[in-house]
């Protein structure tokens, strides 16, 4: 799997942006990036993911490079409700050239702590 | 969509017992998968299914440790016996489909306390 390296942690100040960076430098071609969060006492929430071309929903844009080797996941109106700990994952195919389905490889994040 | 149900959400048992935690997935999700996460290792996927059948195990730390999926809407994982060292939140997601394109939900967990 490509690894990921992200800060372990960060503040931002409520009602800023929140730009969350991602290292993936040995990523692959077909290789996805997801990113994932986790406040406290609670499962995983999907954010957003995306191969090549930058995304956006109703949580949050994520930005690719143009070499894919780094990304940026971008809150742009930073909540308390937004404090946890938010997971870059590269996803790759199983092991042994299966594409059935892609492991979710969680690292250790970054946690995004943001205050009044 | 009430997403994916884990039950109990508490389990505290002694040493030696069998712990049998709970889920169910998001309906019409084909995919389903069991982590584990101690302060430790962090999130470690130990097993999945795919249509009810187990794919890949190579996660699951011990022969004490078993999943099964009877049917579409119901998944358990077991230990058993249960040791001090299980202690961890245990996650159940699905998902729709396989593939690199599409999103894992997960439940809250069970957080479990092997005294």
């Known amino acids: 799997d490509a690894k990921t390296t992200q800060p372990t942690s960060m503040d931002c100040a409520e009602g800023r942006a929140a730009n969350l960076p991602c290292n993936h430098s040995?990523?692959?071609?077909?290789?996805?990036v997801y990113w994932y969060r986790q406040i406290h006492s609670q499962g995983p929430q999907y954010i957003i993911h995306g191969l090549k071309n930058n995304e956006t929903n109703e949580m949050a844009s994520l930005i690719i490079t143009e070499d894919r080797k780094s990304s940026t996941l971008i809150l742009p109106h930073a909540t308390l409700r937004d404090t946890a700990v938010y997971y870059c994952?590269?996803?790759?195919?199983?092991?042994?050239?299966?594409?059935?389905?892609?492991?979710?490889?969680f690292g250790q994040g970054t946690i995004l702590t943001v205050h009044p | 969509d009430a997403g994916v149900i884990q039950s109990p959400r508490h389990e505290v048992t002694e040493m030696g017992q069998e712990v049998t935690l709970r889920c169910k997935p998001i309906?019409?999700?084909?995919?389903l998968f069991w982590y584990r996460q101690t302060m430790m290792r962090g999130l470690e996927l130990l097993i999945y299914f795919n249509n009810n059948v187990p794919i890949d195990d190579s996660g699951m730390p011990e022969d004490r440790f078993s999943a099964k999926m009877p049917n579409a809407s119901f998944s358990t994982l077991k230990i058993q016996p249960s040791e001090p060292r299980d202690s961890a939140v245990y996650f159940c997601?699905?998902?729709?489909?396989?593939?690199?394109?599409?999103?894992?939900?997960f439940g809250q967990g069970t957080r479990l306390t092997v005294v």
């Open positions: 997601a699905s998902s729709r489909r396989g593939g690199l394109n599409t999103e894992a939900f």
């Open positions: 309906s019409g999700h084909d995919y």
């Open positions: 040995t990523i692959s071609g077909n290789e996805y």
């Open positions: 994952i590269v996803r790759s195919p199983l092991e042994g050239g299966g594409t059935s389905y892609g492991k979710l490889t």
